[in-house]
């Protein structure tokens, strides 16, 4: 052999030597944080506490062992509560409370996985699956995932999706939501994965101060009722850079909600970003400076959209839809003040007052089995102010335009809008 021959085949042995070397030091998935690995005593790992994590022993035991000696920790800044990688954890339904004495991080960076269905459900327990209650300063984050099992809660015959024409059959019907934070403030959620929750995936009620980022939310489209993200009666909160995809809404506000900002959401399929539905059952509903900004939402059954029933009271105002991208939309811009799920509620004239809403730089395509706008507001309460600016909405397939919808709809065209709103009315009402 040359030396030539020599030198090449000392520098493949060098080259494989190398990258063997340089895979070893890969992690096979997103590494979690080295501060969550320290010698001092904050980490609280769920194996340390009994946790067997083979997706099948019950683990919830262990969790709640862990959970309470990380609460009650003093003299430490923070504690960490470890679910580690490459385990999977099988949790029953249980409640975390607060208050606790040091601020808590949940560092999932393994799988948690709920019972797999009703009949596994413990039946005092059939609302929720994991809820935090009273807990301050709590953040919950990782790159691990929550897997709420829902296939055989979906299937049950209670669900519209399995009667005739959306009709419901006879039996119960309490879905758990999966994630349930309550009463809490200074709340933050981020990086972690959700998927087939029975019900809503993450549910805010009662909160203040609350940041969710770059999460990620998967179920199948004909899911029924798998909200990604719901809040109700909580101010000051943030989604940012998520990707949720449902068989409902991917953001859906309930009554009582103020200071909300949501940026640079990718949501689809889905239902859509909704305000609503509020007003149910004749109750009052407030919200206000709602924004949902830089965002894309795709082959949906609704872009953003405000929902009420008749029959309801409050206002809602001052909300923002900006930069919004629509993709194979159905209804991209809808407000429905008739909100309805039986197709045969009675007319009513009280509802929930619609005001000073602005959609602006919304663009994209729309199916044509709608029309790109609807704006359908009460006969008592019309909607007031409403202003559109550099909206443009073409057919997803084929040229011809669908005229937008509008009834006792009062708003503006600030610049040319395609196609045009020619059915706003321009004078307030008793003017």
Known sequence: MSF??????????????????????????????????DDNN?????????????????????????????CMTTGVDSAVLLVPYTYCFLVKPTSFNGPCRTRLTLQIDGIIVSPDGPKSWPWNFKRQWLMFYRVNGLSIQGSGLVNGRGQK??????????????????????????????????VKIKGLAFKNSAQFHVRFDNCDDVVVDSVTINAPASSPNTDGIHIENTHNFQIRNSVISNGDDCVSIGAGCFNVDIKNITCGPSHGISIGS????????????????????????????????????????????????????????????????TKNCANQTSAVIISDVLYANIKGSYDLRSPPMHFGCS?????????????????????LFENPFCWNAYG?????TVPPVNCLLEALPGC
């Open 412 to 416: 503006s065209m600030q610049t040319v």
């Open 153 to 186: 809660w979906w299937d049950l015959p209670c669900k519209p999706h399995k009667g005739v024409n959306g009709t419901t059959q006879p039996g119960p019907c309490d879905s758990p939501v999966a994630i349930r934070i309550f009463q809490s403030s200074k």
């Open 4 to 37: 030539a021959s020599l030198l090449y085949a000392f520098f493949l042995i060098l080259l494989s030597s190398a990258r063997v070397t340089h895979n070893m030091n890969i992690s096979p998935s997103p590494a979690p944080n080295p501060a969550y690995y």
């Open 278 to 341: 509020l007003g149910v059952h004749n109750s009052s509903a407030w919200v206000s400076n709602i924004t949902v900004t830089n965002s894309t939402i795709w082959n949906s059954d609704n872009g953003v959209r405000i929902k009420t029933w008749q029959g309801g009271s409050g206002l809602v105002s001052r909300i923002v839809f900006r930069n919004i991208l629509m993709v194979n939309v159905r209804n991209p811009i809808m407000i429905d003040q008739y909100y309805c799920q």
């Open 42 to 70: 904050n980490v609280f790992d769920v194996t340390s506490f009994g946790a067997i994590g083979d997706c099948r022993t019950d683990d919830t035991s262990a969790f709640k062992m862990a959970w309470d000696t990380a």
């Open 379 to 399: 006969d008592s309460f019309p909607c007031t102010n409403l202003r559109l600016e550099d909206v443009d909405l073409f057919p997803y397939k084929g040229q």
